[in-house]
């Protein structure tokens, strides 16, 4: 299951922030140098589906904001109910 992730690194308070429009939202603590944010988001996205990190692939966006996650073996269905979101 492929999902967009919107990050906003440097914040003061780390946490998921929910969903809008389709967009898993984060708060980092992690500045954006050296891939510290992306492993940091890696490790919360792990923590909130419940996979390990290595099934968690950065496939987009590497070196911004906006990203695009490869969840290996994780179909939407799955992802919604983990999310606790509707249809």
Avoid: C, H, Q, Y
Wanted: charged share 35%.
């Amino acid at each position: 299951m492929e999902i967009k992730v919107r990050v906003n690194p440097r914040a003061s308070r780390r946490r998921f922030r929910g969903v809008e429009g389709g967009t898993l939202r984060f708060d980092l603590n992690s500045p954006p140098l050296r891939g510290e944010a992306n492993r940091e988001l890696v490790e919360m996205v792990s923590d909130l589906l419940g996979v390990s990190r290595s099934r968690i692939k950065i496939t987009g966006g590497e070196r911004g904001r906006e990203k695009r996650l490869l969840v290996e073996g994780m179909d939407g269905a799955t992802l919604k109910k983990t999310l606790r979101l509707e249809g």
